[in-house]
């Protein structure tokens, strides 16, 4: 028996679907896939459960990938997408060859927790040198940071490293209250709740 389909097109289906559809998708395909398609799809994901957590790194085997490398990507998230969307951001997952470039594309007025992965010393350090972002960014507003250090395999090397980009990191944040730091190979994690300063959970 023959039987025709009807030709559906996502723009077709009820939001109630295309909700459905979307939730089981990062947040950043969707807004990379669909912003700027048309009016109805932009406002669609633009609803807070799209907005609130972006993340633009992958994990591939033990690494963090930026997934800002192409420029492409690049250009059409920090000049078109995240200007759009900007003051609906609470959390940023970022890599450290891309972070200065996002964070530099918008002003994030309720971003409160940033997650910086690959990072080191030099890099942490230049982050911070940043005045146009330290002060409205991390002196003002940020109150949770995971930090995913670059792994180094001297151990005495790795907490040397640790100990500077802790010297720089307290006096920058001023409202921090929670500090969750680890390799970026997720073998070690050290969390720090400054709400209960005698708390540590490892």
Known sequence: MNMEYPNVGL????????????????NFDIHYSL??????LTQLIQDSIFTN???FIKKSSDKFIDRLSDK???DRFCLQILPSIHDKIEFLAL??????SVLHASHYAN???????????????SLLADRNLSVPIFMNRNTILILACSRIENYFQML???AKIFECLFPMFMKLKYLILHE???KNCVRLNFDDPLILNF
């Not at 723009?11 to 990062?26: A, G, R, T």
């Not at 971003?111 to 350090?125: G, I, K, P, Y």
């Open 95 to 100: 890599e450290s060859s891309s972070m200065k």
């Open 11 to 26: 723009n077709d289906l009820p939001d109630e679907i295309l909700l459905i559809i979307l939730k089981n998708l990062s």
């Open 184 to 186: 970026s190979s997720y």
């Open 160 to 162: 040397s490293s640790v």
């Open 72 to 74: 492409m990507i690049h």
């Open 111 to 125: 971003l409160h927790c940033l997650a910086l992965h690959n990072v080191d010393e030099e890099s942490f350090r």
């Open 53 to 55: 957590h972006l993340c």
């Open 35 to 40: 912003h700027g398609v048309n009016k109805r």
